[in-house]
């Protein structure tokens, strides 16, 4: 079995894509409603209407988080470069580059909408 793709409700899809595609590399499909990702894993944005609830709690920032998403990078440079592009550009880090007690090489930072996108080596 393989995850095919995740759907994220969302009150702003336009800039939950360009994020994505700005700093995570996804390409948008024709309709710019299917993010596509290197490995074939897709997110699907999903406008949320009037009467969409959520589960889940607010953040540090009182900001729903609905979702959260690990993507691997490759190395800790490009884990350490992106954190610190997404923290130039005014982006809320969670959790600054480091090294888990299981040698896991990680940041985590904020999407536009509050959930969490954890960068990995």
């Known amino acids: 079995m393989k995850m095919d793709h995740i759907v994220i409700s969302s009150g702003n899809p336009e800039q939950m894509k360009d994020f994505y595609i700005k700093y995570l590399g996804a390409v948008a499909d024709s309709e710019g409603t299917v993010l596509c990702f290197k490995g074939g894993f897709r997110i699907k944005l999903m406008p949320r209407g009037p009467m969409s609830g959520s589960r889940s709690l607010p953040n540090s920032s009182g900001v729903q988080t ?6 691997r990078l ?34 985590s ?3 536009p909408e509050g959930n969490i996108v954890e960068l990995i080596a």
Do not use: M, Q
């Open 74 to 107: 490759g190395s800790r440079k490009r884990v350490n470069i992106l954190t610190s592009r997404l923290v130039l550009e005014g982006h809320e880090v969670i959790c600054e580059p480091h090294l888990s007690g299981s040698s896991h090489y990680s940041s």
């Open 109 to 111: 930072v904020y999407d």
């Open 66 to 71: 609905l979702v959260s998403l690990a993507f």
